[in-house]
């Protein structure tokens, strides 16, 4: 039985509704918001943090479409999938090795567990600027140097699209007897492919549906693929990150969802690829504009091809006016950086909706200039003092941010999106982090610190300068 069949039938009965949602299921309000399907746990509906019914085998159908031991659903997005993995596999103090460009999320849970975060070496793309896959040598090392640590995490695909060899980092980290957790919350669609971590050892998968799948906003899965992972850990963590009230209009999406992908998920996929094959013929007569993987070669392990991810490094227009170019042609991107815009595509993108992008670009393509734009590189390592949970239970003080370099960090700043931290609590803040992030915003880029007043303070440590 579909939950939203289930849901649709109960709208029609006239039962008096003596419990939440306080809207009871009538529309006073005459929008077109579905409060006919919003309910709560009541008779026949199950309980999502204990489910045994419904909702069981809802979760059920997850399991099977995607093939995991067992696959959970998640109604505040992928971060609170990221945040109970990590409490399923670390206790409080722990160490956790991580990838550079993991997701605020993962950064929330390192405070919330005062754990202490060791950063896996990462590599730029000198020429697009954007973090090179994660190397299993690289994993390597790590662990050999910090033999303590709990589990590692890293994020693939990224962002941008860029996959990294999950295989080799699982054989790699499973030799230290640890579970290795994928954020995969761009890669919901992967396993269409055969390309989604879960086929490749991963212990913990976290996919957000609502990034690539035709699921509504906050939907994501937790997958469970191995037996290194305590799964009575997983659902008591889980119940302390998702809401006790749990939509069921979300979790009907996500079924929906999982019943489409079963059915027509192939038959989709295939014509998006189709389509991309089609927006890569044409799209070869860029001349300054380029695109990873239509018409330049990909440096990475593997990537992710539904990510249109355009570079303005060899133009005169930066990333962001990219993205106001196409928006002034009513096309509107994902994100932008300095030197580059990402368009995502998914199985509902039609040849007509790429053919459009591809002749926009052309368009503008025809109007640039050759030019060598300058590259803002985002690897700028900096030494941690102490602990998140440590810098943020100290004293701080607002100094003017021009004052700051030099001084302790008690604040999380980061360019929303990606929404992959710059500077962490207890982070030293160092001349060339101050440069790049006064470089991000002469680009006119979203910089977000969690007192909101960057750039003319920022708070730092009192007592503690490097
Ligand atoms: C890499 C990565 N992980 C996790 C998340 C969190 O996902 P959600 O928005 O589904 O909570 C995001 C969100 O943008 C992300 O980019």
Redesign the pocket.
Same mark, same amino acid.
């Given at each position: 039985m579909r939950l939203y069949k289930l849901l649709k039938n109960y709208s029609k009965k006239h039962i008096t509704a003596m419990h939440m949602p306080g809207h009871k299921r009538h529309n006073f309000i005459k929008n077109s918001l579905p409060y006919n399907l919003d309910i709560t746990e009541i008779d026949g509906f199950d309980n999502l943090l204990s489910a045994k019914t419904i909702l069981k085998n809802c979760m059920t159908k997850a399991t099977n479409l995607y093939n995991t031991l067992q696959s959970f659903y998640l109604i505040? #997005? /992928? &971060? =609170?999938g990221?945040l109970t993995a990590i409490k399923s596999c670390c206790d409080i103090g722990d160490k956790i090795i991580i990838a550079k460009n =993991? %997701?605020k /999320?993962v950064f929330n849970a390192i405070e919330l567990l005062n754990l202490q975060h060791v950063f896996i070496d990462s590599h730029f793309e000198k020429d697009t600027n954007i973090f090179c896959d994660i190397l299993p040598s690289d994993v390597k090392n790590c662990l050999e140097k910090n033999k303590d640590a709990k589990c590692v995490l890293i994020?693939s695909p &990224?962002?941008e699209g860029v996959i990294s060899n999950i295989k080799e980092i699982a054989k790699v980290v499973h030799k230290f007897n640890i579970p290795l957790i994928v954020?995969e919350? %761009?890669g919901a669609h992967l396993f269409l492919e055969n390309k989604s971590a879960i086929n490749f050892g991963a212990d913990i998968v976290?996919n /957000?549906l609502?990034?690539t799948l035709p699921s509504l906003t906050?939907t994501?899965l937790l997958h469970v693929c191995s037996k290194r992972v305590d799964l009575y850990k997983i659902q008591k963590n889980l119940a302390t990150f998702e809401s006790s009230s749990p939509s069921y209009i979300l979790m009907a999406s996500i079924d929906e969802c999982i019943t489409f992908m079963q059915k027509y998920g192939k038959k989709y996929y295939d014509r998006l690829q189709k389509n991309l094959d089609l927006f890569k013929n044409k799209i070869s007569k860029l001349k300054h504009l380029y695109i990873l993987g239509y018409n330049s070669s990909i440096p990475f392990f593997d990537f992710d091809k539904t990510k249109i991810v355009i570079f303005t490094n060899n133009t005169n227009i930066s990333g962001e006016t990219l993205m106001q170019k196409l928006r002034e042609n009513k096309i509107e991107l994902e994100m932008c950086y300095t030197n580059y815009a990402l368009a995502m595509s998914t199985i509902f993108d039609t040849k007509k909706d790429l053919m459009h992008l591809c002749n926009v670009l052309l368009k503008i393509d025809n109007s640039l200039e050759h030019s060598k734009n300058e590259v803002y590189i985002k690897n700028i390592d900096s030494l941690s003092v102490t602990t998140i949970h440590n810098a943020l239970t100290q004293e701080g003080v607002f100094v003017k941010f021009k004052d700051s370099i030099n001084k302790v960090c008690k604040e999380f700043v980061y360019v929303y999106?990606? #929404?992959?931290p710059i500077l962490v609590p207890g982070q030293v803040i160092t001349k060339k982090i101050y440069e790049y992030i006064i470089s991000l915003e002469k680009n006119n880029l979203n910089v977000i610190s969690d007192f909101n007043k960057l750039l003319k303070e920022i708070k730092v440590l009192k007592n503690l300068d490097k």
């Amino acid at each position: 039985m579909r939950l939203y069949k289930l849901l649709k039938n109960y709208s029609k009965k006239h039962i008096t509704a003596m419990h939440m949602p306080g809207h009871k299921r009538h529309n006073f309000i005459k929008n077109s918001l579905p409060y006919n399907l919003d309910i709560t746990e009541i008779d026949g509906f199950d309980n999502l943090l204990s489910a045994k019914t419904i909702l069981k085998n809802c979760m059920t159908k997850a399991t099977n479409l995607y093939n995991t031991l067992q696959s959970f659903y998640l109604i505040n #997005g /992928s &971060t =609170c999938g990221i945040l109970t993995a990590i409490k399923s596999c670390c206790d409080i103090g722990d160490k956790i090795i991580i990838a550079k460009n =993991c %997701h605020k /999320s993962v950064f929330n849970a390192i405070e919330l567990l005062n754990l202490q975060h060791v950063f896996i070496d990462s590599h730029f793309e000198k020429d697009t600027n954007i973090f090179c896959d994660i190397l299993p040598s690289d994993v390597k090392n790590c662990l050999e140097k910090n033999k303590d640590a709990k589990c590692v995490l890293i994020t693939s695909p &990224t962002y941008e699209g860029v996959i990294s060899n999950i295989k080799e980092i699982a054989k790699v980290v499973h030799k230290f007897n640890i579970p290795l957790i994928v954020d995969e919350a %761009h890669g919901a669609h992967l396993f269409l492919e055969n390309k989604s971590a879960i086929n490749f050892g991963a212990d913990i998968v976290i996919n /957000s549906l609502h990034k690539t799948l035709p699921s509504l906003t906050q939907t994501a899965l937790l997958h469970v693929c191995s037996k290194r992972v305590d799964l009575y850990k997983i659902q008591k963590n889980l119940a302390t990150f998702e809401s006790s009230s749990p939509s069921y209009i979300l979790m009907a999406s996500i079924d929906e969802c999982i019943t489409f992908m079963q059915k027509y998920g192939k038959k989709y996929y295939d014509r998006l690829q189709k389509n991309l094959d089609l927006f890569k013929n044409k799209i070869s007569k860029l001349k300054h504009l380029y695109i990873l993987g239509y018409n330049s070669s990909i440096p990475f392990f593997d990537f992710d091809k539904t990510k249109i991810v355009i570079f303005t490094n060899n133009t005169n227009i930066s990333g962001e006016t990219l993205m106001q170019k196409l928006r002034e042609n009513k096309i509107e991107l994902e994100m932008c950086y300095t030197n580059y815009a990402l368009a995502m595509s998914t199985i509902f993108d039609t040849k007509k909706d790429l053919m459009h992008l591809c002749n926009v670009l052309l368009k503008i393509d025809n109007s640039l200039e050759h030019s060598k734009n300058e590259v803002y590189i985002k690897n700028i390592d900096s030494l941690s003092v102490t602990t998140i949970h440590n810098a943020l239970t100290q004293e701080g003080v607002f100094v003017k941010f021009k004052d700051s370099i030099n001084k302790v960090c008690k604040e999380f700043v980061y360019v929303y999106p990606p #929404g992959i931290p710059i500077l962490v609590p207890g982070q030293v803040i160092t001349k060339k982090i101050y440069e790049y992030i006064i470089s991000l915003e002469k680009n006119n880029l979203n910089v977000i610190s969690d007192f909101n007043k960057l750039l003319k303070e920022i708070k730092v440590l009192k007592n503690l300068d490097k």
